[in-house]
T-cell receptor, first 109, second 110 residues
Framework: RKEVEQDPGPFNVPEGATVAFNCTYSNSASQSFFWYRQDCRKEPKLLMSVYSSGNEDGRFTAQLNRASQYISLLIRDSKLSDSATYLCVVDLNDYKLSFGAGTTVTVRA | DAGVTQSPTHLIKTRGQHVTLRCSPISGHKSVSWYQQVLGQGPQFIFQYYEKEERGRGNFPDRFSARQFPNYSSELNVNALLLGDSALYLC?????????FGPGTRLTVT
């Protein structure tokens, strides 16, 4: 079983729509959780950390469910610039990040 | 401030050859990690170095090795290249839990 699994998508949504997707992780000892954004042929960039209480950053909302071992990301009022691959990332310890394969989101005009 | 830098940006090698990839971390960061990203997959952890010592190693064969220098820059070496080593190799530096990625080196093995 993979450490982090994501729905690959693609999610094709119109501008202004809301899109949400999840990822699941296998190791219950996981310490920290993140969403990274990766544009085509570029490096991953941290979008937001995910906290147990849930957190928002502008149009982005992340949730963590430790009991069910899943993490979610919701994007409100989608912009064309939100088109990217979103990587779910789990940190088991101080040094190793485990990445999912990514969820592709395409926002159309 | 300069971010993480990597060189070269692109590289083409043939099977059986050796390659060295280089990374310079953000100033003040003492930890460097290496990841391999094959097309269509997420990055896979290869190594982490902290203060010139190997701190962790992922599930990669011994053909992969790395080291960190006194100035905290790092090299990733891959021997006896295989076609399957074609990937984007990412370096990340960190001072706390957050890792900052460089632009990567795109390696093509023919």
């Amino acid at each position: 079983r993979k450490e982090v699994e994501q729905d690959p998508g693609p999610f094709n949504v119109p501008e202004g729509a809301t899109v949400a997707f999840n990822c699941t992780y296998s190791n219950s000892a996981s310490q920290s959780f993140f969403w990274y954004r990766q544009d085509c042929r570029k490096e991953p960039k941290l979008l937001m950390s995910v906290y147990s209480s849930g957190n928002e950053d502008g149009r982005f909302t992340a949730q963590l469910n430790r009991a069910s071992q899943y993490i979610s990301l919701l994007i409100r009022d989608s912009k064309l610039s939100d088109s990217a691959t979103y990587l779910c990332v789990v940190d088991l310890n101080d040094y190793k990040l485990s990445f999912g394969a990514g969820t592709t989101v395409t926002v159309r005009a | 401030d300069a971010g993480v830098t990597q060189s070269p940006t692109h590289l083409i090698k043939t099977r059986g050859q050796h390659v060295t990839l280089r990374c310079s971390p953000i100033s003040g960061h003492k930890s460097v990690s290496w990841y391999q990203q094959v097309l269509g997959q997420g990055p896979q952890f290869i190594f982490q170095y902290y203060e010139k010592e190997e701190r962790g190693r992922g599930n990669f064969p011994d053909r992969f090795s790395a080291r960190q220098f006194p100035n905290y820059s790092s090299e990733l070496n891959v021997n006896a290249l295989l076609l399957g080593d074609s990937a984007l190799y990412l370096c990340a530096s960190s001072s706390t839990a957050q890792q900052y990625f460089g632009p990567g080196t795109r390696l093509t093995v023919t």
